[in-house]
């Protein structure tokens, strides 16, 4: 069978392949599926073996999405956050903690909370959040993606917040160089919630979880008024500015910080639009020579397989890097 | 135009179902079920047009599966490489 040959038996409805492109016969859809799942099956297999070589470059700064969450907050009228640098460090130690033990949740799988980070850096709180999101490619996606989250946008416009710290951390996870971003927020205690003790709930509120008001077993981890430690922490302290840097990838575990040569995300988003495009031209084609020849054939209806199939491929075109937390 | 009315119903569930897929951008979990929610209305779409026109045959519906499986399939991956 020359190229041409095979070509229209794959394309054009004819007696070879009985009325209909062969392409668009459920054999050859099934084994196109069946390829793409076998390739992808693959690629896990492959970033598994050689990590270092796929990966997401991202151009995020922590400086930047302050900036923009701080923006966001003005434009509804809330005054802006202050960075802290008890937070950032705190922000930091999460994000290195989802690279080392290799998960992408508020609570890590051993049961550890956002908020024993806060306590590990020894900041003291009234209330806390936070905000995860990984793959971006720039900070303004980022909050973008925040302020479309119904969860996310209450944390970033929460007026009981008053300070932030803000962590960018390059890693391998599940084999694939991810760029994190671990945004905290947190309230310290004034002198005065210090001096009530009846005072209480702080209030932790993860986005994705209903917040609680941390009123009872958490209460360890919120500020119990005391005197005593607020007059050895300066005033200053709380609301210090320190700089932020991104974490190395090497400090976990001391991998490779050269970048990725290629992006599983945009390798599967072009073979998928391939194969739609290419299921969506086959159609176009059967259904011109069905219409020119006026074919009767048992089939479904091409113009819907067209409607369909056109609208998951806006999906799929549509689709940008990035997940959020 | 022969089943307008019927595409019109096409059209519209898959016009609502593009958008809460773009209300839900990064939401992947929610993306994912919108999109097997698509693939099995479109089955059922199909289905139901078939029967309406009385050409209905299990082999018209396998193709309506098959269509609506690789397309699905196509994207949910895509999501979850996100």
Not at chain 1, 119 to 147: C, I, P, T
Not at chain 2, 23 to 51: E, P
Not at chain 2, 53 to 70: G, L, P, Q, S, T
């Amino acid at each position: 069978m020359s190229l041409v040959s095979w070509l229209r038996h794959l394309f054009v409805p004819h007696q070879t392949n009985n009325c209909k492109a062969r392409i668009l016969h459920p054999s050859v859809l099934s084994l196109l599926v069946a390829l793409f799942i076998f390739g992808q099956f693959s690629l896990n297999f492959y970033m598994l073996v050689s990590p270092s070589v796929l990966g997401f470059a991202s151009n995020i700064t922590p400086e930047r999405v302050i900036e923009l969450t701080n923006q966001k907050r003005a434009e509804n009228g809330l005054g802006p956050l202050t960075l802290n640098g008890k937070l950032s460090e705190a922000a930091q130690r999460k994000g290195g903690d989802m690279f080392a033990f290799n998960y992408w949740a508020h609570v890590s799988p051993s049961g550890r909370t956002p908020w024993s980070f806060f306590q590990e850096v020894g900041y003291r709180y009234l209330y806390a959040g936070e905000n995860l999101a990984r793959d971006f490619m720039n900070s303004d996606s980022v909050v973008e993606a925040w302020m479309n989250s119904p969860s996310h946008r209450d944390n970033i416009l929460n007026p009981n917040y008053k300070e932030i710290g803000l962590s960018v951390i390059n890693g391998t996870l599940n084999g694939v160089e991810t760029t994190l971003v671990v945004q905290l927020f947190g309230t310290p205690p004034t002198t005065t919630a210090q001096n009530t003790p009846a005072k209480t709930p702080a209030i932790a509120a993860v986005p994705t979880v209903t917040p609680t008001p941390v009123s009872e077993p958490v209460i360890t981890i919120t500020p119990a008024p005391e005197p005593v430690e607020l007059a050895q922490q300066p005033e200053s302290e709380i609301g210090e500015v320190a700089p932020l840097s991104k974490v190395a990838l090497a400090q976990n575990k001391g991998e490779s910080t050269s970048p990725p040569l290629f992006s599983p995300f945009l390798l599967t988003k072009t073979i998928a639009i391939f194969l739609l495009g290419l299921i969506l031209g086959a159609l176009s084609l059967d259904a011109a020579f069905v219409c020119q020849r006026r074919i009767i054939r048992l089939s479904g209806k091409n113009l819907a397989h067209l409607i369909f199939i056109g609208a998951l491929l806006l999906s799929a075109i549509l689709t940008t890097p990035g997940a959020i937390l | 135009m022969k089943d307008l009315k019927h595409y019109l119903s096409l059209l519209a569930f898959l016009s609502i179902g593009f958008g809460l897929f773009w209300i839900f951008n990064f939401n992947r979990h929610i993306q994912i079920i919108i999109t097997i929610g698509l693939g099995i209305a479109y089955v059922i779409w199909g289905t139901i047009h078939h029967l309406i026109k009385k050409d209905f045959h299990w082999r018209i519906v396998w193709e309506y599966i098959i269509v609506a499986f690789m397309a699905c399939v196509l994207v949910i991956f895509l999501l979850l490489r996100s």
